[in-house]
Structure formats: C-alpha cells, structure tokens
RNA sequence: CGGGGCGUGGCUCAGCUUGGUAGAGCGCUUCGUUCGGGACGAAGAGGUCGCACGUUCAAAUCGUGUCGCCCCGACCA
C-alpha cells in the first residue's frame, strides 16, 4: 500500500493531468457530490454536493437581492400552446424537450413541456400582470430544476435535469433591458471571481451562439485545464421579442400602447463543474472557502490511552462556529492519515489537527489544502485562544491563493495572435483562449469551426491597429476569443 | 445521434478464446491491539455474473436484442 501511495497519490482516482474526464467523474463520485441515479442522465446530488449548491445559491441570492430583484416560482409544466408562441425559441429548444402526455388515466388533449426555461410561462404571467408604465420594472428570479433531453451527460456539466437559476425581467425601455442585461453579466462576473475564484472572459456572444429569440446574449466563459473553454453563465437581452408574442403590453407614459422588453438570465450548477475542474488537483477537490460547505475540519488524534484531543476538538469546533465559521469534527474511528486523505480528497480548505501534545501546550496544528504535502507553508502551529482571527485570514489568503492559480492559468493559455495559421493551430490544439480580431461573419466561424471544432466564445470591442480579421483577412468590427468548448 | 470501449459481491478487476454448479484484492461487520499522512490480528457477512430471449444435457462463458456507463465526434447551461 505504501508503495501504490507514494508522493501523495490518491487511491482510485487517476492523475488530473494524465485523464481530465477520468479524474473528474472519480473526483465527483469519490467526494461524494452525486451518485448516478436509475434515471439516465439524470444525477443525485448528495448533501455535499448541495452544501455547494446552497453556498452558490446564498450568494447569487444577496447578489440579486441587493440589486433589486425578487424571488418567485412558477410551473414546471409549460402548455404546448405556450411554448410555441415564439418562434425562434421554440425551433431552438424543441430538439430537446421533453413532454408530458398522459396524467393518471387521462390522455392530455394539449400535452405540456417540462420547462427547459421559464420565458413562455413567466411571459403569460407578465402580460397578466403589466397594464401600465408604473408596473415596471418587474425584476423577479426563480431558482429551479429544468430538463433538457440529453445525449451524451456529465455530472454538473450536462445533465437531463439541472438546478439552475432564472432571472426574468421586463422594462419599459431597450435601455433599460440592455442595462439590466450588463448588470446582471457583471454580477456573474464577479461571483464566478469572487466567490468560485474562477477568472472570466465577459462579453457578447457571436449571432450563432446566441440563444434563441434574444436579441443579443452574453456570457462569462472560464477555461478548463484541457483547454476548453466552460460557459458558466448566460445573460440575454430579449429585446421586444418575447413581449410580443406573449403580448407583454403596457400604456407609457405618452400613453401609447408599447410591448415590453425584457431580459433573462441563468447560471447554474454547471459552474460547479468549472470550480470542480479548474481548482482539482491530484488529491481531488479544492474548494474555495467562500463555496466550502465545511471551512475547516478537525482532526482529533486519539491514543488508546488519552482521548483528549476529542473534547478539545469539539471546544474548539464550538469556538468556531460561534464565530460564524462552517466546520466539522471528525471523531470517526479511523486512522487520522485515513480522514487527512480523505478530507484532501473532498477539498476541505482547512484542517485542523489536535493531538495530545497540542492538548498539553494549548495549540492547534492548521494545514491548508491549497498547498502541495510537504510544502512548508502547508501545516503550522497556532494557540488556540488566538485561533479565531488566525483561520479567518488563512481562509482569505486560500481563496485569493486559488484565484491567482486560476488567474495565471487563463492568462498563459490565453493567446493574441495576427497570425492565420499560427490562429488554427492554436485552436485545434486547445492551446486555450486564442483572441483575434475578427470579421464577425457566421460563415467565417462555421469555416473555423470545421477546420477546428472551435468557436467564438465572446467579444470585445476593437483595439487600435486591428484592421483584418485574423481567420479569413476581410475586415475586422470586433475582437473574439475562440476556443473550444464544453 | 454516429464511431469505439465496458457491464461479474459496495469498489477495482480475474475467469469467457476452448460452456461443466463463481474467485482475488480492497471495502464492510464483530472483538482486540492501534492512532501526529490511507494500521495490524482473529472471526464473519455479502454475487440468480446489467436485463430479456435463444442455442445446449448444461451458459458468467456462445448468438440475438435491449438497458446503462465511459471515451471520441455532431447538438446544447
């Protein structure tokens, strides 16, 4: 056994850098995340897994709360009749929706959709509940599950059914949509760097990419450490699309009768895909504390002849949470080098070890996840009575820690290139993000995409001295970043 | 949905080519000794070999079908 766990190697789960998707199904599963349910495509997410998810919806909540949204639900079951009204969003999600037919022993006469996105049914609701100019803005989000019908699924990457959120808006104004539709792009931005530690490229997505019936969408795009590039979140401006087919109308103030513009937006637990993907080392997880569902872990070692370290754990688990932190004692009956790996393997940011010497002089032994096993850095001493402020810090310092990682990671793979074949080079290899200005025409990209399999993933606006478009010489309106993507 | 691979105790797999009544390691349970980076001993429990049909005296093993998982493409949060 020593010999198969050398150099801190992990039991049943290969080398991140050796077999991404391998190391990351293992990762997801051995932490305890997800199972894979009976249902196909479908997955569990076990109470671990949801620790995540309740700490992405904590924050994206205070997020949209402080900027004026409210939460609300609304059916999982769309009627056919509902779902159609839009053209262009019905052809771009029919491929992929499943329907209810039969309810007991009655055959529907309409059959219902199970939501793949709330637009048809929260665009009924509104043109309910809009008359005038004074009613809007409306600024609601729901946090949902909605199904999509797969072919091919991961766990948090691409299941049947995902958790999600769904912001859905209405103003009077197309300034005003399109503000609310910046806004909402810069909150992603900023909880994806912030509080995931995942650095984004923000922008515009090219005409292909966009979702169907928005007028223009945006993302925040992360790069995986295969160089793929993961959308982690999706902001749309829907123009007066879905106000007119859903008849979204209201008086304004010049009491003409307008449709409304609205706005909708979605991040999901996909984006704990990315966190799992780009923090993961060989050890498994690593956790930003901001998203960790347990902080710090404590690790009592017990002798046969002196189980102290027990209730000075458990005191200090106390002293702890007093002060607002997220931990655990793990008083299990097992070996403390058995809970070290395996704490490793879950991603906890912080372990705390208390053994009787510690007892005996008042310490505790602090050891971040964040830092390779040997490193000098990883484990230090701390008094005890000191240790509030001590763990605070340290948690501040890994979650920066994490995003400088993930943060040199996206700049070195990130590539300016001029050069065309040094572009589809560039691309076909996964080299990364390759940043180019580009002609924005659909049939350059396809051209790319065929030579590649890459895509445009957002733009920005033209730099000085951009004259060309790096794929195909016509001239260039924008600058891109292609890469290939999830 | 195309191309490839894989389904055997909880996990990783051997057995299949050449049919003959199911194995290993790890894990699990109990007891004891241990415990500062995946401990050790003893005694136990656990599988109609993914599922269905077929061939055969006899199927984990051969055939057909089906379901699921993984990888690579096409489509998508």
New binding site residues.
């Given amino acids: 056994?020593?010999e198969a766990?050398a150099a801190?190697a992990?039991?049943?789960i290969p080398p991140k850098s050796a077999d991404l998707?391998?190391w990351y199904?293992a990762v997801c599963l051995r932490a305890q995340l997800v199972s894979?349910s009976p249902v196909?495509?479908c997955v569990v997410l076990r109470p671990y897994g949801f620790g995540l998810w309740e700490n992405l919806q904590r924050e994206l909540d205070a997020r949209f709360k402080a900027t004026g949204h409210e939460n609300a639900y609304f059916p999982l079951l769309i009627p056919e009749s509902l779902l159609v009204k839009e053209a262009e969003h019905v052809e771009g999600f029919a491929?992929?929706v499943a329907w209810v037919t039969q309810g007991g022993s009655e055959t529907l006469t309409e059959r219902l959709a199970i939501r793949p996105t709330s637009e048809a049914m929260i665009g009924t609701m509104y043109s309910q509940w809009i008359e005038s100019y004074r009613d809007l803005p409306i600024l609601i989000n729901q946090w949902a599950n909605v199904v999509?019908w797969?072919?091919?699924?991961?766990p948090f990457?691409?299941?049947?059914e995902?958790l999600w959120q769904e912001g859905h808006t209405a103003h009077a104004g197309a300034q005003e949509a399109r503000e609310e539709t910046l806004r909402i792009l810069d909150l992603y931005r900023d909880f994806a760097e912030n509080v995931v530690a995942v650095p984004v490229y923000a922008g515009a997505k090219s005409a292909s990419e966009r979702?169907p019936g928005a007028v223009e969408t945006f993302s925040i795009e992360a790069l995986m450490p295969d160089g793929k590039a993961l959308?982690?979140g999706?902001s749309h401006d829907l123009g007066q699309n879905f106000g007119k087919a859903y008849d979204i109308k209201f008086v304004d103030a010049d009491q003409a009768i307008k449709y409304a513009y609205t706005t909708s937006w979605?991040v999901?637990?996909?984006m704990i895909g990315g966190l799992i993907m780009v923090h993961g080392d060989d050890?498994g997880l690593r956790i930003p504390p901001k998203m960790a569902p347990i902080e710090a872990v404590l690790v009592p070692?017990?002798?046969?002849s002196d189980d102290r370290a027990i209730a000075a754990c458990n005191s200090l688990a106390q002293t702890l949470r007093a002060a607002g932190l997220r931990v655990r004692v793990d008083a299990r009956?097992a070996?403390?080098?058995?809970k070290?790996?395996?704490w490793?393997?879950r991603g906890v940011p912080i372990?705390i070890?208390?053994?009787?010497?510690?007892v005996d002089a008042q310490t505790a032994?602090l050891?971040r996840r964040d830092r390779e096993?040997g490193d000098p850095d990883?484990r230090r001493s701390v008094a005890v009575d000191e240790i509030v402020p001590v763990v605070r810090a340290l948690l501040d310092e890994i979650q920066e820690s994490l995003y400088r990682q993930a943060k040199d990671f996206l700049t070195s793979h990130t590539f300016a290139t001029k050069d065309r074949s040094e572009f589809l080079e560039l691309c076909s290899t996964k080299a990364g993000m390759v940043d180019i200005a580009w002609c924005q025409r659909p049939e350059c990209e396809a051209e790319v995409k065929r030579a590649t399999?890459a895509t445009t993933r957002v733009l920005r606006a033209l730099e000085p001295g951009d004259a060309a478009c790096t794929a195909c010489g016509e001239p260039a309106k924008v600058r891109a970043y292609f890469a290939q993507?999830?």
């Fill in positions: 056994m020593s766990l801190g992990v039991k049943e998707s391998a199904t894979y196909r495509g491929p992929e999509r797969e072919k091919a699924t991961r990457l691409r299941t049947m995902f979702f959308q982690s999706t979605g999901s637990w996909r050890r070692i017990v002798r046969s009956d070996q403390p080098g058995w070290y790996s395996e490793d393997l372990r070890e208390i053994g009787p010497r510690d032994v050891a096993r990883q399999t993507s999830y």
